[in-house]
Structure formats: C-alpha cells, structure tokens
C-alpha cells in the first residue's frame, strides 16, 4: 500500500496584544488581568491524501480566524475561581471543502451520513461560519451567529444572563477541650 500526502498552507498569522495590564494589591497579589488582543488565522489551505494512487481526498479551506479582545479578568484573595468581567471572540471559516474518493462514497455507513448531510459526488462543503461573542459587566453574554453550509442556514442572534460561581474564602474554628 502506497501513502502519499501533500499540505500547502498560504499563509498563517499568530498574534498577542502587547497592550495589557496587571494590577497587584498589597499583598502582591493579581487583582486584575486585561488582554488587548489575542489571534490565529490561516489562509488558503490544501491538502491531498492518495492510497495506492487510486483513492484521493482532498482538504481546502480559504480562511480560517479566532480572535480573543478586550479581555478583562479579575481576582479576588477570597475566591479560588476568578470573575471574568468582559470578553470578546470571534471565530470564522470560510469555504470549507472535503472531497471523498470513490471508494469511501460507495461505503453503506458513509451514503448514510452523506445522504443526511446532502453530500452529493462525494464533496461536503461549508461555505461560511461567523461566530462572535461578547461578555459585558461580568454577566451580560451575547451570542451573535451564522453557519452556510450545503444542507442549510442557520442564524442565531440572542442574549443571556450568566451567574459565575463565587466561593468564599474558606473559614475553620477549632475549639480547645
């Protein structure tokens, strides 16, 4: 059995902001933590896997971005888990592409998925996904999305309250007989 394999990747960006903050409180201790900006994006990937010259699948995507901003955290002497107070993400695909050999189109199991995810000639693509979600005053979180792929379109676009976990510090008596 032969193997062969090929990825060429256009271009891939990596980035942390450099504009952050630390505050310390009088025990030295981390009060606060901020992040400007923090990402990774790839650009224009393809790959190709070939067994024994006959049975190919190919792999593209065109791009491909995860980004994390104005993040805000907070820690309190009291409680173990830190509070996060703001955030941003964002997280999108486009073009995404897979194609099957003839031999993996022909399987049972695979013209049940393929069937269900409206695979036809053995090509799945996802043309777009936009996720963008942003955390306010340490309980305001909104989720704002779409997927496009060739089985359908889905859009969300909501807000929810969410209560973080506080523990408070730890407290023993021991009492002297």
């Not at 902001?17 to 224009?44: H, I, T």
Request: charged share 30%; glycine share 6%; proline share 2%.
């Amino acid at each position: 059995m032969l193997f062969r394999s090929s990825i060429v990747i256009g271009k891939v960006k990596q980035y942390f902001g450099a504009s952050g903050s630390v505050d310390l409180n009088e025990r030295n201790q981390v009060v606060d933590f901020q992040l400007q900006k923090a990402g990774f994006s790839v650009s224009k990937v393809n790959a190709n896997f070939t067994v024994d010259r006959s049975s190919k699948t190919t792999f593209s995507i065109a791009d491909f971005k995860t980004e994390a901003k104005n993040i805000d955290i907070e820690f309190d002497s009291y409680n173990e888990i830190p509070t996060l107070e703001k955030a941003s993400f964002e997280i999108s695909l486009k073009n995404l592409e897979v194609n099957f050999p003839k031999d993996v189109q022909d399987d049972p199991e695979f013209k049940k998925i393929a069937d269900y995810l409206n695979i036809n000639s053995g090509k799945f693509r996802i043309r777009q996904i936009d996720l963008n979600l942003s955390f306010n005053r340490g309980r305001d979180l909104k989720l704002k999305g779409s997927v496009d792929t060739q089985f359908g379109k889905a859009v969300i676009d909501g807000s929810f309250s969410i209560r973080q976990p506080v523990q408070i510090g730890r407290a023993s008596c021991r009492e002297r007989v």
